[in-house]
């Protein structure tokens, strides 16, 4: 029977803000959970660089693309997948030629570092007797829930997997489940496992991109937004020389260096 874990910590970051609040100042914008930590440095880099501070609201991609739809006053939306940015655009809700990848994103199988679970051995150690629940983000609206589920069907454990799987909101809560202890292993964004406070507390294995469809992530500037401009700004400062070492740092593979 599907698992749903609800975690109670609401708040995913100090720059977090609660949807339908609007900034008393500069720019505020959903950015899908594996951006949590990148999301942080570059939006201090751009406060500094720019004098516009920037408040984020971090979920999964499909909820945060609902948002927008019904009117949550985001200034730019930043996806996980590009298909939520182009299927807003189509709509009239994002601003189409505002529309462009910015990254593409990895997953991994993440342990804590005192797991006496060997890692390493990939996919097969979710078949390991010890393991009771493996988190994954619900595939449902969240693209790494949907890449760690074609990972798992692909890598021919889907099957005996399933009955351990427990799901996370976003893949950020997906973490948060392995951390907390309530969850043996999970698959979540590379992104997060190499933020030092989660590299710092455990291990991973890169899941070989063939087993899942690209995670292409995509961002666009919010149609309804009075800050066109700056959101424009925050977008190009993300992809120009500025923000793509952060980004790379991050495991991001960036347009024009991938396959």
Do not use: C
Request: net charge positive; glycine share 10%; hydrophobic share 45%.
């Amino acid at each position: 029977m599907r698992r749903i874990l609800v975690l109670l910590a609401a708040v995913l970051s100090a720059s977090a803000a609660p949807v339908g609040t609007q900034p008393a100042e500069g720019l505020l914008v959903a950015a899908a959970a594996d951006l949590r930590y990148a999301f942080e440095e570059v939006g201090q880099a751009f406060r500094a660089r720019a004098g516009i501070p920037v408040t984020f609201s971090f979920g999964s991609s499909g909820q945060l693309a609902q948002q927008v739809e019904n009117g949550a006053p985001f200034d730019a939306f930043f996806s996980a997948n590009e298909a939520f940015v182009h299927r807003l655009a189509e709509r009239g809700f994002v601003v189409p030629d505002s529309v462009q990848l910015y990254a593409v994103g990895r997953v991994v199988l993440w342990v804590r570092r005192e797991s006496p679970l060997p890692v390493e051995r990939g996919l097969s150690v979710l078949l390991d007797p010890r393991v009771r629940y493996v988190a994954i983000a619900n595939p449902e609206h969240a693209p790494y829930g949907e890449a760690a589920r074609q990972a798992l069907v692909n890598g021919g454990v889907y099957d005996r997997v399933r009955p351990k799987l427990v799901y996370g909101e976003n893949v950020s809560l997906t973490l948060q489940l392995v951390q907390s202890g309530n969850a043996d292993v999970g698959i979540v964004a590379l992104s997060l496992a190499l933020a030092p406070p989660v590299a710092r507390g455990g291990r991973f294995w890169l899941i070989p991109d063939r087993l899942h469809e690209p995670i292409r992530q995509a961002a666009g500037v919010v149609a309804r937004s009075t800050q066109q401009e700056q959101a424009r700004a925050f977008l190009a400062f993300v992809v120009g020389p500025a923000g793509r070492p952060v980004m790379r740092r991050y495991g991001f593979v960036l347009p024009g260096e991938g396959p």
